[in-house]
């Protein structure tokens, strides 16, 4: 056997590329650059576009454009990024535009710190846009997951012709770590559905779908808007197709939510307690458990990998056995409110730290043995 | 074509708009052109030009506020065969700049219609970046402690290859927006216009008075000689079409076997230039060469030629959990800022930790096993200090061996940096 070595950037630009991902455009920002670099070197020999926006704003412009030329378009950033990157996130939700989001969280709020990690935007990133239209979150532990996470990621944005976010960290981003690339597994790639009637109507849908596409530039004239638009494409004022439209837009995700939600679990008989966690922290969570269990305090654990939509089935579902539920976040507390909200009749304890380092599974296990 | 404009939904604008002489110039510049319009997209921004999309049968796009270049940009890049015409006002100027420059400097292929009617219209006939000092505008008296700016001179600064300026009443309005079009290259062409909405209300303003605003600023009629060059789109792909390798992921054979290997943590703990990140990836490669899993974390401050470098590296014959450091096994002190950075760890440190220590460097007090090298004896320069620690680790079995640290610079390095490598490696073994 032969073990690959690289930072979760590297992995997640080759999962990227495995997905067919052919466009990137991005500012450089710490610590996200390398997702960057790796563009920079691998695209041009597969015969994609790899360039640098003026700034975060042209990065989401240039991939809007190109996604609506057909291209499977990723672009990589931290948080003072994702920031710039608010108003055209909304464009691109409001107008199904498929588009694949690296954010590399570190340290905020601002300008915050380069180069220390924290799960810093996972409320950002669900509420950075305007409207409330849901988005979808997926979350990384270490660099074999982002690596596959990509090309769920393209799948989806290409589905439901929706920004997809891949919730990175520093820790996990510019951490070097070996695994077996050779043995993974990839989802099948998703394709964009094409349209292949008669009369295009660019946002005719299913009532909880999303419209099958054609590019701008091909042989059947396309219109793409930001603002509010029936399924001809142009402006409406019309209350009933607005609020068709509107709920389509949350239908189209909320209906397949079973479906893309991607976890991890580790339920241990004899044990009361349920850890929640999700990103690098899991990592540190799973630790913990092994010496619990080891200690003959088995707990079990559910690792999150899609954050959003919030996979209230898999959490409920999961959390009913247990007396106690533990959410540990490399925050103060920011998705542990999704986790109150669905599991409103349980006893949910919380750990977050936000100080530039990791949680360690001493940590965890003093949280756990020590309630 | 006679028209590409569309029938069924008719311009909008205020009675006496230029706006609308705008629309029917671009509508014969196009037919003049006979541009394919499944191979035209028109780019629009917000405001009152951000409804040309919906007048004419071709792609179109409308965007956010400012940002119509960018769209554009992504269009033109992912499809060279399209003929990319954006419309903005004199807002989406002002919001935009950023990528008005950039285009410029770039020079892709790209024509702007820029329809500065020297107000915000839609919003009430607030001041814009274009709007006189003196004007009686939206905005009570703040464009009063403005000036306007003038993007043609603007854009000629910024390299722009193709820059013209017009009234929108000119009767050869068509003709230039057509040579705009045709000219292979970013291409600006600045149109004053009337706003009978907002602006020209308490600003008198004429067609008349618009041709002498043209005469007074200074001429601007195409191409200009100066900024001339290659299209970015094409200069792009000949540059791209060099880049021929792919690069293929790291991957490490297994080349020798350990018994009873227990899971290493490794920390260096060093300064910027002692190329300690290089010494903490021969480390993982060494690991990696025994079949084993390595994760490593670096630490260095966003200054890249000063301040402390610290690599961390597990290697473990189980997958790696937390990939923090818990209990080092070997820590590596080679500069005091190193060493400071991490000075919490020392009092941890378990006595069968084996800390080699820089006879330069200070470290607190620690219980673990502690060995002093003078690596100027050895003549051993600053900067392979922590190749060199390896040496030592490898001589002393300290989560490395021999086999591991040689298969790893192989596996590193080229033939004759390895050599050169190994000669600092033997001194030490």
Known sequence: ??????????????????????????????????????????????GGICIQGEDEIASMGYCIGASMAGKKALTATSGPGISLYSEQLSFAIGSEIPLVIADVQRLGPSTGSATRGADSDIQFLRWGSTSGVPVIVLAPKDALDCYVLAVHAFNYAEEFRCPVFIASNKEIGMTRESFDLDSVTLPPIVERKMFSGDSYLPFEAEPNAAPPFLPIGGETLVRQTSSTHGPDGYITIDPDVIAQNQA??????????????????DIKENSDTLIISYGVTARAVEDAGKTLESKGKPVSTLTLKTLWPVPEELLIETAKPFKRIVVIEMNLGQYVNEIKRVLCDKKIMFYGQMNGVLITPAKIMEVIENE | MNSYLNKTRPSVYCPGCTHEKITKGLDKALVKLNLPADKTVIVTDIGCSGLFDTFFNVHALHGIHGRALTYASGLKLANPELNVIVTMGDGGLGIGGAHVLASCRKNLDLTLIILNNFNFGMTGGQYSATTPTDAIVGSEFLNHAEIPLDICAIAQSAGATYIDRCSGHDERLPGKI????????FSIIETLGMCTGRYTKKNPLTPKALDQMITDLPAKNGIIEKNKRPEYGDRYRALAKERKTFPEA????????????????????????????????????????????????????????????????????????????????????????????????????????????????TIPETNADVVEIDFRKFKIKKQDWALASLGVMAKKEK?????????????????KVYLIAMETIEKMI
Request: proline fraction near 4%; hydrophobic fraction near 40%; aromatic fraction near 6%.
């Open chain 2, 399 to 415: 989560a490395i061996n021999k086999a591991m640290l040689t298969y790893a610079l192989k596996s590193r390095f080229n033939e």
């Open chain 1, 248 to 265: 389509r837009l949350r239908e189209k995700i909320h209906s397949a939510r079973k479906r893309i939600t991607l976890f991890e679990k």
């Open chain 1, 1 to 46: 056997m032969a073990l690959s070595f690289m930072e979760g950037n590297e992995a997640l630009a080759r999962g990227a590329i495995a997905a067919g991902c052919d466009f990137f455009a991005g500012y450089p920002i710490t610590p996200a650059t390398t997702i960057f670099n790796n563009m920079l070197n691998m695209l041009p020999p597969k």
């Open chain 2, 250 to 361: 790291v991957t490490i054979e297994k080349q020798t076997d350990l018994k009873n290997y227990q899971q290493q943590e490794v920390v260096i703990l060093g300064s910027a230039g002692m190329r300690i990140v290089t010494a903490g990836d021969i480390v993982c490669y060494a690991g990696l060469c025994a079949g084993m899993n390595v994760s490593m974390k670096n630490d260095y401050n966003i200054t890249v030629l000063r301040g402390q470098s610290v690599s961390e590296i597990l290697i473990s014959p189980e997958k790696i959990g937390y990939p923090g450091i818990e209990s080092p096994s070997v820590v590596l002190a080679l500069s005091d800022e190193g060493v400071q950075r991490r000075k919490k760890i020392f009092a941890t440190l378990k006595p069968d930790t084996f800390v080699l220590k820089e006879r330069s460097v």
């Open chain 2, 178 to 185: 057509a040579s705009a079009i045709e000219h292979k290259g």
